[in-house]
């Protein structure tokens, strides 16, 4: 099981910006993560929409973190860009799933999903 491309990318954009402690053009950014700059431009849209990146436009424009890194967490960048982070889709509301009601797998994906959240909550983008 995997985190999507999207995600990993999105990581290594979000841990840029915080190595960097100011400003990054797009081009940059593409550069020192290793992602396209088409694929960063889209992925650095869905940060700002989330508050996590703020864009500056113009000469002197670009991009920074909103927020210091230490308040940014690893789930903060997966969910932006994946949505809640749930181990089976059958934990995804509005999913129908053809499981019968008192199926003893739902709860351990359950604790699993909750498992995984709680680390993602603990990893920060700075000190």
Known sequence: MHITLEADYAVRI??????AKGRMDAKSVSE???????????ILHKL??????RSY???????????????ITLRDVIETVEGPYAFSRCL?????CSCPPDCRFQGVYD??????????SEVHFGG
């Open 92 to 96: 995804t509301p509005g999913f129908t």
């Open 48 to 53: 700002v929409s989330a508050g996590i990146v």
């Open 14 to 19: 979000v841990n840029s910006l915080a190595q």
């Open 32 to 42: 020192s993560t290793g992602v396209t700059l088409r694929f960063s431009l889209k």
């Open 57 to 71: 436009k113009g000469t002197h424009g670009g991009y920074e973190l909103a927020r210091p890194g230490s308040e």
């Open 111 to 120: 604790d699993i999903s909750e498992i995984v959240r709680k680390k993602l």
